[in-house]
């Protein structure tokens, strides 16, 4: 690990910087922006550290970066402005874990008596856990409705209720059931309030009859087939304003994916930054 320090006073423009914002700006950077492992602000001191060492034209590259940091006042805003809907705002910090042991994927349930809003998530791995997979569902297969129309096999535009069109959002996944069959549509891609259809990029595999009845269900996918590569600080959430919504007695479900063909098991540690 190389740590870059910078004076907030010295060093940047507006005598002032936004650590989240400043992360997204160096990582966003194909130069430089892979190697960085954290941004770490104290008093007047900035702390910016690499996995390796810059050579000359990487540090004038991160020079300046820093020198046209300007923190967006959307990144300063409090709180409970960062939610889309809301809780109580009150902030909480919790951890979560999972082991796994070799060639074996684990599911582990966090559940709050509460509606939380999750902000951020850090997870720090180890080289042990480079290759292995993790997805993070959040309140997974939510009943939010039903189908109004009958669906047929290849089907991808879909005739839902009107709860299914006020809750439900571009980029969340979409399964059917029926109580018999499922099939899961994979991720909205359209909707039309008018015509109240859904459109999804999976066709459906089977038929389901809306008078079956045939549930709707939706799931955010919180971290979506996520691999990892060497061990280093990995950071979710933390450089856009908005949180990730479950309601009271939902689920989160974490899943990882030890691929190791050998060796102990495995336990990965996920730290977040949460509103109840």
Not at 24 to 31: A, K, S, T
Not at 82 to 106: D, H, R
Not at 162 to 183: A, E, P, W, Y
Request: charged share 20%; aromatic share 8%; net charge negative.
């Amino acid at each position: 690990m190389t740590t870059y320090s910078y004076s907030v006073s010295s060093n940047f423009p507006e005598k002032k910087v936004h650590p989240g914002q400043l992360s997204y700006e160096i990582r966003e950077n194909p130069d430089i922006g892979s190697g960085l492992y954290k941004v770490y602000k104290v008093g007047d001191n900035v702390d910016t550290t690499f996995t390796t060492s810059l050579d000359s034209g990487e540090q004038s590259t991160l020079d300046g970066i820093i020198a046209n940091h300007t923190p967006s006042s959307q990144n300063e805003t409090v709180v409970i402005r960062e939610e889309t809907i809301k809780t109580g705002g009150m902030y909480m910090a919790t951890t979560v874990y999972v082991t796994a042991a070799f060639g074996t994927t684990s599911i582990v349930n966090k559940v709050f008596p509460f509606p939380v809003n999750v902000l951020s998530a850090i997870i720090t791995t180890k080289d042990e856990h480079e290759g292995d997979d993790l997805e993070i569902t959040l309140a997974p297969d939510i009943v939010i409705g039903a189908i109004t129309s009958d669906v047929s096999s290849s089907d991808t535009v879909i005739t839902v209720s009107s709860s299914v069109i006020d809750n439900i959002s571009i980029g969340i996944k979409m399964k059917l059931d029926d109580g018999t069959n499922s099939d899961n549509l994979g991720w909205v891609t359209a909707i039309d309030k008018i015509a109240s259809t859904i459109t999804v990029d999976i066709a459906a595999t089977q038929s389901f009859a809306a008078s079956t009845p045939t549930q709707v269900k939706m799931s955010h996918m919180y971290i979506d087939s996520y691999k990892f590569g060497p061990g280093c600080r990995h950071e979710f959430g933390n450089t856009k304003i908005g949180g990730a919504y479950i309601p009271s007695g939902k689920i989160g479900e974490i899943k990882y994916t030890n691929n190791s063909t050998s060796g102990s098991d495995k336990t990965l540690y996920i730290h977040m930054d949460l509103l109840r």
